[in-house]
């Protein structure tokens, strides 16, 4: 879980203090400490920040784009479920609904996950909330405009990375009345009349939401792969997108093409 506290240094902090800094930093970026073989791939990063080199927000950004992160988050990730933990980790909240997430969705697919970051980081926001010295945290609301709001910051602010899955955002999990711990969805279903059993189904006939079936859903994401694999293979020389990467990009313009309810089936496959 992100940090629930307020952590603040000085211009002039000690090793001693910019050590602890930095693992309060790690808390609530990475969610936990970085193994032994990762502080390796951390270790200028760190040394920079330790000597004073490095201030916070400019760890933050250059931690952002560092493996570390990417791997866990990002390439694991659909962008939309990526923006809501960036904004977890970055400005200690959820996002403010469709319009707010759909701004920084365009970011990131113009410009990449550094602009993004930048975007949070660099913000008026940001500078009021924890100008110069003070690590991000997760902030809870005074006043909320709507129950709904209240339940998605309480569910995101004691979820634990992964913990609801890294396909659909506790937004539009708030929205589909769905509880996906554990990354399954555990919304119960309404009783049938007269206690009878449904009619059974195969597993490729079976819908979980929308319209879409489990067997046409796992078409959609052979196709995704098929292509990607075809790209990667043909990529333009001097560039070096990963074959996640290409798959990430095109599976996010499916999803943009399909119902929030069938997006959650594409997600789970």
């Known amino acids: 879980m992100p940090l629930h506290e307020t952590i603040t240094t000085t211009h002039n902090a000690s090793v001693e203090e910019r050590t602890f800094v930095l693992s309060k930093i790690y808390q609530q970026v990475l969610e936990r400490q970085p193994y032994d073989s990762e502080r390796k791939h951390l270790a200028d990063l760190e040394k920079d920040f330790k000597k004073g080199k490095?201030?916070?927000?400019?760890?933050?950004?250059?931690?952002?784009?560092?493996?570390?992160?990417?791997?866990?988050?990002?390439?694991?990730?659909?962008?939309?479920?990526?923006?809501?933990?960036?904004?977890?980790h970055f400005l200690g909240r959820t996002p403010h609904g469709d319009e707010e997430i759909h701004k920084w969705d365009d970011i990131l697919l113009r410009h990449g996950v550094g602009a993004l970051v930048s975007d949070m980081v660099d913000s008026e926001e940001y500078r009021k909330c924890f100008g110069y010295f003070t690590v991000p945290y997760w902030r809870e609301q005074a006043l909320y405009e709507s129950a709904t709001e209240y339940l998605e910051n309480e569910r995101l602010g004691h979820e634990h990375a992964g913990q609801r899955g890294w396909?659909?955002?506790t937004h539009y999990q708030q929205k589909l009345h769905m509880n996906l711990d554990g990354g399954v969805?555990?919304?119960?279903?309404?009783?049938?009349?007269?206690h009878q059993e449904p009619p059974k189904q195969s597993e490729a006939e079976k819908l979980v939401v929308g319209t879409m079936t489990e067997a046409e859903a796992e078409r959609i994401m052979e196709c995704i792969q098929e292509i990607s694999g075809i790209l990667f293979e043909h990529r333009i020389p001097g560039q070096q997108p990963s074959r996640k990467r290409m798959e990430n990009l095109i599976r996010?313009?499916?999803?943009?093409?399909?119902?929030?309810?069938?997006?959650?089936?594409?997600?789970e496959v």
Do not use: W
Request: proline share 8%; aromatic share 8%.
């Open 167 to 169: 396909g659909l955002p």
């Open 54 to 88: 490095l201030g916070i927000r400019h760890f933050l950004k250059s931690l952002a784009v560092r493996p570390i992160y990417l791997e866990h988050f990002y390439e694991n990730s659909s962008n939309l479920k990526f923006i809501e933990n960036a904004c977890k």
């Open 185 to 194: 969805n555990h919304e119960e279903e309404a009783p049938q009349p007269n």
């Open 252 to 267: 996010q313009q499916v999803l943009e093409l399909m119902t929030p309810e069938d997006a959650v089936l594409l997600g």
